[in-house]
């Protein structure tokens, strides 16, 4: 008599061979990249593209002698003026793009679209998302972010106000305006988030943010800053020296409000910020 080589004929039914290739599948996803688990090599990929952003923002201000929210656009409110990305972009070898801006124009006027459309993967969007659409990413958005100090509206404070951070929508600053006591070290310059992002031409929320001291907890899925992917629990950033940090969310309210002013008074100790 020939072989049965039914599966049942062994002691496994179909329904239990369903199952172990289920099990099977389910210990793979913990081994494979997914939109919830983080790769290492997106540590140092993060931390090497929010770094050459801070630097680009460096270049900018030895080269140009400012720091500023917004495009030098005057005759626009802020979030019609294209964004302080537009201006860096010599700095980051992307004078193809920075040639076809029309500084007369508003970010979202029809004859800027052959540059605003252009996708920025580098240093603006986070490598991990990138990733996760397999190469196929095609949004201009940024999910860096100029740090404007505390509150809401801080990007059109003063440049003396205790809350303004370094990046002002009416004002030019400079890195070194952020005073001694505050550090160069201690303030922050750039910040990632993946809450509410835009266009990374736009002046405006896209592009620049202040810290909302109600909203808390302040960094993770869902919050002001990071979220990436929900088991984050970090945050990479540069400070105004250009050096970069992981921020991690548990961190104490009060000093990483400190972290958002460049004259506010507050000292700081390296120590504190981890």
Not at 102 to 125: C, G
């Amino acid at each position: 008599m020939a072989e049965n080589t039914d599966v049942k004929s062994h002691g496994l039914g179909w329904k239990s061979a369903l199952a172990i290739l289920g099990i099977i599948l389910l210990l793979g996803s913990f081994f494979l990249p997914s939109f919830h688990q983080e790769v290492p090599y997106f540590t140092g990929t993060r931390r090497d593209w929010t770094r050459n952003a801070g630097i680009a923002v460096l270049q900018h201000d030895l080269a140009k002698g400012y720091i500023q929210a917004t495009a030098l656009q005057p005759q626009f409110e802020p979030n019609e003026r294209l964004s302080w990305i537009a201006e860096l972009l010599p700095f980051i070898e992307r004078n193809d793009i920075f040639v076809n801006l029309d500084f007369e124009k508003k970010w979202n006027d029809p004859k800027q679209s052959i540059a605003t459309e252009k996708v920025l993967i580098y240093p603006f969007v986070d490598p991990y998302i990138k990733y996760n659409t397999y190469g196929e990413f095609n949004e201009p958005i940024t999910h860096l972010i100029g740090v404007s100090g505390v509150g809401r509206d801080a990007a059109s404070l003063n440049p003396s106000d205790p809350d303004a951070g370094i990046f002002l929508y009416n004002h030019k600053t400079t890195l070194d305006s952020v005073s001694k006591q505050d550090g160069l070290s201690t303030t922050i310059l750039i910040a990632p988030t993946f809450t509410d992002v835009g266009p990374w031409a736009a002046g405006g929320k896209p592009t620049v943010r202040g810290l909302e001291i109600e909203k808390q907890p302040y960094i993770g899925y869902g919050n002001q800053f990071g979220g990436f992917h929900k088991q984050g629990n970090y945050i990479i950033v540069c400070f105004a020296d250009q050096h970069t940090k992981r921020i991690p969310k548990d961190i104490d309210p009060k000093v990483f409000r400190a972290m958002f002013t460049k004259n506010g008074g507050e000292e700081l100790d390296e120590d504190e910020i981890r």
